[in-house]
């Protein structure tokens, strides 16, 4: 089975941008959706965006409606989320995963490490 790696993470200035990559190790998760998904301290994880592997559609929360932007390559071997006009409250443990097109953690199947973002005022 295909395993995804995280990276772009780390400390960044409030307004700053970043952009974090998902990497499939293995055979492309083809046919399967993307999901971006974060956890705050203290808080429980939650939803970002999914981008579908048919037609590239995508859904945001609200929160990052206009802010970011998940889009995934041609090959679907890499998924990035695309982040600007960063708060502190953004500050999290960013995870992707592969599975199904949906907002609920449960729908996906095979997770990343994890990788850190911090927004420093």
């Known amino acids: 089975q295909a395993q995804l790696v995280e990276s772009g993470g780390g400390l960044v200035q409030v307004g700053d941008s970043l952009t974090l990559s998902c990497i499939v190790l293995?055979?492309?998760?083809?046919?399967?959706?993307m999901g971006w998904f974060r956890q705050a301290p203290g808080k429980a994880r939650e939803f970002v965006a999914v981008?579908?592997?048919?037609?590239?559609?995508?859904y945001y929360e609200n929160f990052a409606k206009g802010r970011f932007t998940i889009s995934r390559d041609n090959n679907q071997n890499t998924t990035y989320l695309q982040m600007n006009s960063l708060k502190p409250e953004d500050t999290a443990v960013y995870y992707c995963?592969?599975?199904?097109?949906?907002?609920?953690?449960?729908?996906?199947?095979?997770w990343g490490q994890g990788t850190q973002v911090t927004v420093s005022s």
């Open positions: 995963a592969a599975g199904y097109y949906s907002t609920n953690p449960g729908a996906f199947d095979v």
């Open positions: 981008i579908s592997s048919s037609v590239g559609s995508t």
């Open positions: 293995g055979r492309a998760f083809i046919g399967r959706d």
